[in-house]
């Protein structure tokens, strides 16, 4: 295995400082060195730089809405390179918007790919469903075929066409979920595995079914989307925005076991650590080294040693 890390030190998805942070926080914390002990080859590409946006005026609700076309251009220009390189992509966040850039990326690389969303939320809102503005929990509209219609063409967005179907899309850890967002999901029939079936059926079972359920559609490659706030905040606290009732530690890290198994990761994006919503140094070093952990067992490692 290969590893191509690309740093996306963004924050304008959302509106807490501190996230920008995410990439240089798990850098340090030995993101390399870890990988290079699983015997996997490393190739850092560094932390994109996104120019400071003078004039962004929110359009109705949205906000940031030109920096966060530009900055996911050129992200989606990055990942396509590591991807051509013959990596699989590791995107370090900065907030969930990357997605957008991340994911269209991957798929002007590699065609068809299917993606597995770890989150608490959908991020699944439309510009005109959104409650918030924020463009962070409104990704995966961006990037789906069937909600074309649903997306008008924005400021710095026209380089963006939609390049997923929505039957090649499975959440994993969603509770805290718009009613906007209910209604795009079961009306698309999307695949979903809300903290309600992960405790129903085990973590086991969901990723079976995770798994059947997307080579069914063929053996696409995998696009593993992971926002740390899946994790539960007693766990990963450090977040920006935290829902009770998450993923346990030894959960969220058997996905991505599972996952690595399948031969099929072709990417993996982990958003959304921010350093400044930590109270203690603690609550950081707790969340950076479960994020550091996910990632790990996405290339190889297995607790059995
Ligand atoms: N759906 C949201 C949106 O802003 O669109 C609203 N939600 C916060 C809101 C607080 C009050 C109770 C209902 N939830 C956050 C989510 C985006 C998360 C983005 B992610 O990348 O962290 O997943
Ligand atoms: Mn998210
Ligand atoms: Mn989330
Ligand atoms: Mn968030």
């Known amino acids: 295995r290969s590893a191509g890390i690309v740093g996306a030190p963004f924050s304008k998805g959302q509106s807490r400082g501190g996230v920008e942070d995410g990439p240089e926080r798990i850098r340090a ?28 005026e929110p359009l109705g609700l949205l906000k940031s809405v030109r920096a966060v076309g530009a900055a996911n251009q050129k992200l989606s220009q990055a990942v396509r390179a590591v991807k051509e390189d013959g ?74 066409k939609p390049c997923v179907s929505a039957a090649d899309v499975v959440f994993i850890g969603l509770r805290d979920v718009d009613p906007a967002e209910h209604y795009i999901l079961k009306m698309l029939g999307v695949k979903t595995f809300s903290m309600s ?61 599972h996952l690595c198994q399948t031969g099929l990761l072709s990417a993996v994006d982990l958003v959304e650590v921010n350093p400044l919503r930590g109270q203690t140094e603690e609550d950081v070093r707790s969340t950076v080294s479960t994020a550091i952990d996910l990632l790990l067992g996405c290339f190889g490692r297995v607790r059995e040693g």
């Open 29 to 56: 914390a030995g993101l390399q060195r870890g990988l290079q002990e699983l015997g996997c080859a490393v190739k850092d590409y560094g932390n994109l730089t996104f120019e400071d946006m003078s004039r962004d």
């Open 87 to 160: 990596h699989t992509a590791v995107v370090l966040g900065g907030d969930h918007s990357l997605a957008i850039g991340s994911i269209h990326g991957h798929s002007a690389a590699v065609g068809e790919l299917s993606v597995v969303w770890v989150d608490a939320h959908a991020d699944i809102n439309t510009p005109l469903t959104t409650c918030t503005g924020n463009i962070h929990g409104q990704p995966v509209s961006y990037l789906l075929h069937e909600l074309r219609s649903k997306v008008p063409v924005l400021p710095n967005f026209s380089w963006l």
């Open 197 to 257: 079936e992960v405790d129903q059926l085990g973590v086991a079972r969901v990723m079976e079914e995770t798994c059947d359920y997307l080579s069914a559609r063929g053996k696409k490659p995998i696009h593993l989307s992971y926002d740390i706030d899946a994790i539960d905040p007693s766990v990963a606290p450090a977040t920006g925005t935290p829902v009770v009732g998450g993923l346990t530690y030894r959960e969220g890290v058997y996905i991505t076991e």
